[in-house]
């Protein structure tokens, strides 16, 4: 077999374009990756990320306890403000009491402050960037009172 010398520029540009090849398949390998980690979070519903909170240190008093980092879990940054508010309709201890173009507002609560001695609330407020996608969660825990 015999090796052709070819021109700088040619040979430069010919490494150039193979090494470009394998980056642009990472990229699309690392979407479709967050892809399937967002819908794979998603299917396991609110119930699970709602006993994860629950069964997390319990407030005490006035007590606010952040649970964000549980929430964004469950729900992924960059999920659809469709999927999310979708997800919450599905739980029975959910109501949505805010709903905007850019924010979501959700409560969830266990028991009731008079009948349950435990009873507990999680406040959740979903921030959407203009594209409608995800952008930030804040999540507290408290008692009820």
């Known amino acids: 077999m015999a090796i052709r010398k070819l021109p700088g520029w040619t ?49 005490v008093r006035f007590e606010q306890l ?3 980092a549980i929430v964004v879990k469950h729900i992924p940054l960059g999920t659809e403000k469709a999927a999310v508010a979708d997800s919450f309709k599905s739980s029975p201890s959910s109501k949505i009491i805010e709903d905007s173009a850019d924010k979501l507002v959700v409560r969830d609560n266990k028991g009731q402050a008079m009948l349950d001695p435990d009873a507990r609330s999680v406040v959740m407020t979903f921030s959407f960037d203009a594209s409608g996608k995800l952008a930030k969660v804040a999540a507290v825990h408290l008692k009820n009172q």
């Open 66 to 68: 952040d649970v964000s």
């Open 11 to 59: 040979m430069s540009f010919a490494i150039a374009a193979a090494a470009m090849l394998p980056l642009s398949s990472c990229g699309m390998a690392g979407a479709q990756n967050a892809n399937l980690t967002r819908d794979r979070a998603m299917k396991s519903g609110v119930h699970d990320m709602l006993e994860e909170i629950y069964s997390s240190p319990k407030p």
